[in-house]
């Protein structure tokens, strides 16, 4: 277990903003949107495939993750000690996409599987869009951890790209509708989590601020912290959830103003 841990623990140099790191991320998720965007066929099979590549990926080095914040190794007393950090409970937005693509990869066609693409479609991209563009406060000195980071990110952009442009989760308005309804019940549990974790008494100081909506802790989110330490926590509360509805908005209004754009090329390039 020891040497394990150790190696878990591999230290670098920690990434910065448009370093060689963020770069290289930012070019493999570029390959990847270029290669799907290329398949001229889409079907269920490839469907499973892409979502389970990056939910079954993003399992095993969440549980990594979680594994390394969670044991430490004593080098003088050679003892492997346990203590569970409870900021880093996997139950975010950008976490969310993990369990939401494993769940999809054993659901057919139906309902409950359009709500929780439209999900990952038009919701958590924006969390991934965030952080892809502005990552320095996620980087860590642990490789894997970083690697992480950016394959949870990366990852679930390519994966909601890929499902508005293989037509899988429609570029429309009900759509969007669909994916804040599961949003929606995401904040129920998170606020559900924050509030019965905090006064359960096991915290022992430390922060749990599951979807950052915890009436407790301030949120680290840049801009919702300002709003958050200014006005009463309920209308903190509905200006988050409402900036969510707005920024899917906005991923709609984008991807259909690409797919306009695209077809208007590829007209002009036929004739």
Same mark, same amino acid.
């Given at each position: ?56 990926? %993003? ?86 951890? +970083? ?51 905090? +006064? ?54 984008? %991807? ?16």
């Amino acid at each position: 277990m020891k040497n394990i841990i150790l190696f878990l623990q591999t230290k670098m140099e920690k990434p910065i903003a448009f370093g060689w790191f963020h770069i290289l991320c930012l070019s493999l998720m570029a390959v990847l949107i270029f290669i799907l965007h290329k398949k001229k066929r889409y079907n269920e099979k490839q469907l499973k495939i892409i979502l389970a590549v990056y939910g079954i990926v %993003a399992l095993i080095l969440e549980i990594l993750k979680q594994l390394i914040w969670t044991y430490n190794y004593d080098f003088e007393t050679t003892k492997v000690t346990w203590d569970y950090n409870w900021y880093a409970f996997p139950f975010q937005l950008c976490t969310t996409p993990i369990f939401v693509c494993i769940i999809c990869l054993f659901l057919k066609k139906c309902k409950i599987r359009n709500y929780l693409l439209s999900y990952i479609s038009y919701i958590t991209i924006i969390g991934s869009i965030t952080t892809m563009i502005l990552p320095d406060s996620c980087f860590t000195n642990d490789i894997l951890v +970083n690697i992480h980071t950016m394959w949870l990110h990366l990852g679930s952009f390519v994966v909601s790209v890929y499902l508005l442009m293989s037509g899988e989760v429609e570029l429309k308005i009900k759509s969007l509708i669909r994916g804040f309804c599961i949003f929606l019940i995401f904040v129920v549990i998170a606020l559900s989590l924050n509030v019965s974790v905090y +006064n359960s008494g096991i915290l022992n100081g430390e922060t749990f601020n599951m979807f950052y909506i915890s009436p407790y802790f301030t949120t680290e989110l840049p801009v919702f912290n300002v709003v958050q330490e200014n006005v009463c926590y309920i209308l903190y509360l509905i200006i988050y959830i409402l900036a969510l509805l707005l920024g899917g908005i906005i991923v709609l209004s984008v %991807a259909y103003l690409i797919k306009l754009i695209l077809k208007k090329v590829k007209l002009d390039g036929g004739k």
